[in-house]
C-alpha cells in the first residue's frame, strides 16, 4: 500500500512538474510581452535611439489625435455593419439551404464555403480590382446593364469603408451560414408541427422558432465577428493601403493606425499604447462573450 | 490539501513570470542606460581621433577573403534592372565581393528597415530615403561612412552638402551617402502620343496656364459630362510635395515654419493660393479625384499628364515599353522666378553597425564605387532604367554639360541633365522633424483629397493643416 501510494505521489509530483514548466512558458510567451507592451506603450521610443518613460503622453496625445478617432469610429462602424447584415444575411442564407435537401443542400453549402478557404489577401485585391472606379467589373456593369451612375466604391470617402466592409461579409458568409445550418438542423421538425397545428406562418416560424432557438450560435458570431471587426486591418490594407487609410482617411482602423506609428512613423510608444486600446475593448468584448454564454434561456 | 497545493503552485509559477519580466524589462532599461553611456563614451572618443582623423586620408582594405554582402533595395521595375546590371559588373571587378540583393517594394523597405535593425538582422548594406531619418540620430543607426571611407570635407566634394543634413550623426559625422533623387514633383510626366493626338506641342508649354490649356484639351468626357479621362492627376506624395513647394516659391517658407517654435501656419494667402491652384485643375474639370491610383491610371491611360518626379519615366519606361512617355520640367509658379523644391527624397545608401573588419571594408568599398565609379551612372543613363539626379557631382556635371551641348545619348539622359541642372540648385529643404510619411502621406495628401472631393473647404483644411502640423511638430521637438 506504502508502495504504491509513494508511486502515485511520484508520478503526481512529475505530471505537477511538467504541467508547471509548460505554464510557464505559456505565462512567459503570452504574459511578458503584454507587460512589455504595456511599459513600450508608456515611453517615448524609436527602439533604436532612446528610450524615455512619459507617463500617459501616448494615450493622451492619441485621444487628441483626429485620425486616430477616426479609425475608433471606423471601427465601430465596421463592428455594428458587420455583424448586423453579416449575420442576418447569413440567418437568411441558412434557412434557403435548410428549405433544399440531399445533393443540392451539399452542393450550396460547398458554394458559399469556397470564398472561406480562399486567402483573404487574393480575395482583396480581386475584389480591388472589381471595385475599379468607373472601368472596373461592378462599375462597367451598373452603367452599361442598369444605365446608371456607378458609385465610386474605393475612391470615394463615402463608399471605401462600406465597400471593404460587404466584400469581407460575402467572405464569410459561407462560414456563418454552415454554422447556421448546423443550428437549424438541431432544431426539432416537433416544433414545427406543433406551431403549424395552431395556425403559425412561414415567418413566424422563422421570427419566434428558428431565430430564439438559434440564440447560442448568433451570439457565437457576433462575438466571434465583432472581435474580428476591432481587429480588421488586411483588407483595408490590400485595399486601400495607397495612401494609408484610403481617401481622407476614410477607411483608417485601429490595427492600420498602429502600423502606421510603429512602422511608418518608429513612434513605437504610440503603437504600443494603440495596441493597448485594441487589447481592452477586445477584453470587454470577450468578458461580455462569456457572460451572454453562462447566461440560461428559456422558451 | 490537493486545491491548495496546486493553488500555491500556480501562485508561486505567477509570481515568478512577473519577476521575470519586470527584471527584463529592468535589463531593457539597463541595457538602454549602458547603450547611452557607451554611446556617449564613443562620441567623445570620436571627437578626440577625429581631429587626428581629419588629416589622415581613410583607407579601405580589399578584402582577401570571399565576403558576401547582403543588400536590401527598393523593388521598383528601373531600379531592380539597374542593380541587376550592376552588381555583376561589381563582382567582376572585386572578385572576392559577392552581393545578395533582396529587392523590396518602397512600403515594405520603409516598414521592415528600421525594425530589423533594432532587432539587429538588418541587411548589410541598406538603402533607404532621407527622410525616414528625420526626428532620428544617425549615428545610433548605422556605421559611420566618415571618417572610415571619406573625410567630410572629400565627401562635400564627391557629393551635394544639402544632401547630407539628414545623414548627419549628432556627433557629426556623416552616416550614409545619398546616391540619387527621383526629383519629387519635378516636373510632369505626358503620353506623348496623346499629346501629338491633341496637336499640342509639349515644348510650347511653358507656364502653369499653358497646363491647365493643354489639360483642357486633353481631358476626355463621358456622354453625361462626368471625365472619362483625366487632362492631368497628382499622385498623393507629389500632390502634397507640390503645395509645399509652390508656397515656398511665393517666398512663405519661413511664414509657413517657424523652425525656432516648431509652429506651422498655413492660414497665410500663399498656401491659400497653392490650395487653389491645386484645386482649380478639379473645378476646370481636368483632373478627376476619384480616378483611382494614379500608379494604376496613368499607365492605362486614365490620365494624360501626371505631377510626378523623373524617376517614374525611367520605372515605367522599363515596366511598360510600349507606352510612348515624355517629361516637361515644371513650369514656374505664376509671379515668381525660380523653383523651389522643399521635400526632397534622396535614395542613401548605409551600412549595417554591426558590420566588422573586411565585411564592413566590403560595403564600403560597394558604396565608393556607386558614387565615384561613373559605370554604375551609366547603366541607366545608357537604358532610361532611371532618370533622376545622381548623387555624384562629378557625374551630374559630366550629364549636365552633354545635355547642354545637345550630346545627350538619349532621351532619357537629356532629361536628366535638364532636371539636374535646375533642381539641385532650387533644393531648398524645409526644416521640420515631422518624417515624410507622417507630414506627407498621413497629414498634408488627405486633406488635399478632403478639399479635392468637396468635403471640405480650403480654409477648413488649412486651418486643420496648421493645427495638426503644429501639434505634431511640437511633440518631436
Not at chain 1, 465610386?152 to 462560414?175: C, E, N, R, V, Y
Request: proline share 5%; with cysteine.
Amino acid at each position: 500500500m506504502n508502495t504504491l501510494l509513494r508511486k502515485r505521489s511520484t508520478v503526481s509530483s512529475f505530471i505537477l512538474a511538467v504541467s508547471i514548466l509548460i505554464l510557464s512558458y505559456y505565462i512567459f510567451i503570452s504574459i511578458w510581452p503584454i507587460l512589455f507592451n504595456v511599459y513600450m506603450s508608456l515611453s517615448k521610443t524609436d527602439l533604436m535611439t532612446g528610450w524615455t518613460f512619459v507617463w500617459f503622453k501616448n494615450y493622451i496625445s492619441l485621444f487628441k489625435d483626429p485620425i486616430f478617432l477616426k479609425a475608433l469610429v471606423n471601427n465601430i462602424i465596421y463592428l455594428v455593419v458587420m455583424v448586423s447584415v453579416g449575420i442576418g444575411t447569413s440567418l437568411i442564407t441558412a434557412a434557403l439551404i435548410h428549405k433544399t435537401s440531399g445533393f443540392a443542400k451539399k452542393a450550396y453549402l460547398a458554394l458559399f464555403f469556397l470564398p472561406v478557404v480562399t486567402s483573404l489577401v487574393a480575395i482583396s485585391l480581386i475584389w480591388k480590382l472589381l471595385y475599379y472606379p468607373n472601368v472596373g467589373v461592378f462599375a462597367s456593369i451598373i452603367s452599361s446593364v442598369f444605365q446608371l451612375n456607378p458609385p465610386l466604391f474605393l475612391a470615394s470617402p463615402k463608399t471605401a469603408l462600406l465597400s471593404i466592409i460587404f466584400m469581407d461579409i460575402w467572405k464569410d458568409t459561407g462560414l456563418r451560414t454552415v454554422i447556421l445550418h448546423a443550428g437549424m438542423e438541431e432544431i426539432p421538425e416537433s416544433i414545427y408541427d406543433a406551431s403549424k397545428i395552431d395556425g403559425a406562418s412561414t415567418l413566424t416560424h422563422f421570427f419566434k422558432i428558428t431565430i430564439p432557438l438559434l440564440r447560442p450560435q448568433i451570439i457565437f458570431l457576433a462575438a466571434v465577428y465583432s472581435i474580428n471587426a476591432l481587429r480588421v486591418f488586411t483588407p483595408i490594407y490590400m485595399m486601400t493601403g495607397n495612401p494609408p487609410g484610403g481617401p481622407a482617411h476614410s477607411t483608417q482602423v485601429l490595427v492600420m493606425r498602429m502600423y502606421q506609428e510603429a512602422f511608418y512613423s518608429t513612434h513605437f510608444g504610440k503603437g504600443a499604447a494603440i495596441a493597448m486600446i485594441v487589447f481592452v475593448l477586445l477584453f470587454a468584448l470577450v468578458i461580455l462573450e462569456v457572460k451572454s454564454f453562462q447566461q440560461k434561456w428559456e422558451y | 490539501m490537493k486545491k491548495g497545493l496546486i493553488l500555491k503552485l500556480v501562485i508561486t509559477v505567477l509570481i515568478v513570470a512577473l519577476a521575470s519580466s519586470l527584471s527584463l524589462i529592468g535589463c531593457q532599461k539597463t541595457q538602454t542606460a549602458t547603450t547611452a553611456a557607451e554611446t556617449t563614451a564613443a562620441a567623445e572618443t570620436t571627437a578626440a581621433a577625429e581631429t587626428t582623423a581629419a588629416a589622415e586620408t581613410p583607407s579601405i582594405k580589399e578584402p582577401e577573403n570571399k565576403v558576401t554582402l547582403e543588400l536590401w533595395y527598393q523593388d521598383w521595375a528601373g531600379g531592380k534592372s539597374w542593380q541587376q546590371a550592376w552588381i555583376p559588373k561589381f563582382e567582376e571587378k572585386h572578385p572576392n565581393i559577392k552581393v545578395n540583393a533582396t529587392f523590396l517594394p518602397f512600403e515594405e523597405l520603409n516598414t521592415k528597415i528600421f525594425p530589423a535593425i533594432a532587432a539587429g538582422n538588418e541587411a548589410d548594406l541598406l538603402m533607404f530615403y532621407d527622410e525616414w531619418l528625420l526626428g532620428k540620430d544617425a549615428s545610433k543607426i548605422f556605421a559611420p561612412i566618415t571618417p572610415q571611407l571619406y573625410s567630410k570635407e572629400e565627401i562635400k566634394k564627391v557629393t551635394f552638402e544639402s544632401a547630407l543634413s539628414r545623414v548627419t550623426g549628432s556627433d557629426g559625422e556623416i552616416y550614409a551617402v545619398p546616391w540619387g533623387t527621383g526629383a519629387n514633383a519635378a516636373g510632369i510626366l505626358i503620353h506623348k502620343d496623346l499629346f501629338d493626338e491633341a496637336g499640342i506641342d509639349q515644348n510650347s508649354i511653358k507656364t502653369w496656364d499653358d497646363v491647365k490649356e493643354a489639360a483642357k484639351k486633353l481631358t476626355k468626357y463621358k456622354a453625361d459630362g462626368k471625365i472619362e479621362r483625366s487632362g492631368i492627376v497628382f499622385t498623393y506624395t507629389e500632390a502634397a510635395n507640390f503645395f509645399l513647394d509652390m508656397i515656398a516659391e511665393q517666398g512663405a517658407a519661413g511664414k509657413m515654419l517657424n523652425v525656432d517654435t516648431g509652429e506651422w501656419n498655413l492660414n497665410i494667402p500663399e498656401a491659400k493660393n497653392s490650395l487653389e491652384m491645386l484645386k482649380s485643375f478639379v473645378d476646370d474639370k481636368t483632373f478627376d479625384p476619384t480616378s483611382g491610383d494614379p500608379f494604376t491610371s496613368f499607365p492605362n491611360k486614365l490620365a494624360a499628364m501626371l505631377v510626378i518626379g523623373p524617376w517614374a519615366l525611367g520605372a515605367w519606361g522599363d515596366q511598360y515599353p510600349d507606352l510612348k512617355l515624355d517629361y516637361m520640367y515644371m513650369p514656374k509658379y505664376p509671379g515668381v522666378d525660380k523653383n523651389v523644391h522643399t521635400v526632397v527624397s534622396w535614395a542613401c545608401m548605409a551600412v549595417s553597425k554591426r558590420l566588422e573588419g573586411e565585411k564592413r571594408d566590403a560595403a564600403l568599398i560597394y558604396i565608393k564605387e556607386m558614387l565615384e565609379n561613373p559605370e554604375f551612372y551609366d547603366i541607366p543613363f545608357k537604358t532610361g532604367f532611371w532618370v533622376g539626379v545622381p548623387g555624384s557631382k562629378s557625374y551630374v556635371d559630366s550629364v549636365v554639360k552633354l545635355a547642354a551641348e545637345g550630346n545627350a545619348p538619349n532621351r532619357a539622359a537629356e532629361i536628366a541633365g535638364t532636371v539636374a541642372s535646375e533642381y539641385v540648385p532650387s533644393i531648398k529643404l524645409l526644416q521640420t522633424k515631422i518624417s515624410e510619411p507622417d507630414l506627407i502621406r498621413a497629414i498634408i495628401f488627405p486633406e488635399l483629397q478632403n478639399v479635392f472631393l468637396g468635403q471640405k473647404t480650403v480654409d477648413e483644411a488649412l486651418k486643420y493643416l496648421t493645427t495638426t502640423l503644429t501639434t505634431k511638430e511640437q511633440e518631436l521637438r
